[in-house]
């Protein structure tokens, strides 16, 4: 298995840009997290997630409640783990913030109608 990962990382990584809805987006989200649960976790799973979560983005700009969904279910615990992670992923996490940010932003232009 370990010698299929860059492997699968390309395949997840080619999945996250041609995605055309979130429910993809979730489904590959969750295939990370499998990667990024085990105790030798890649550094390129936490990019890949914080890929797949501004690849949401697209999907979520005129739907604010889809994003809040996708926060609170699949965003924030990665950010409130954030002390536990091994120090090559403080990058992703850094990333995944920024991802927070921004969907937030999205949510509240459509929210005030901007």
Known sequence: MMN?????FYTLRQRIDQSTHNG??????QEIAQFISSDNA??????LLADAFQASQRFTRKNPTSGEHIIIEYLLPYLEQDRDVPEKASYAI???RECLVQL????IRVLVGH
Do not use: K, V
């Not at 299929?4 to 699968?8: A, E, G, H, S």
């Not at 993809?24 to 989200?29: L, S, W």
């Not at 890649?42 to 990019?47: G, K, P, V």
């Open 24 to 29: 993809e987006i979730i489904q590959i989200i």
């Open 94 to 96: 850094t990333r995944l």
């Open 42 to 47: 890649d550094s390129e799973a936490y990019d």
């Open 4 to 8: 299929d990962i860059p492997n699968d």
């Open 104 to 107: 937030g932003r999205n949510s």
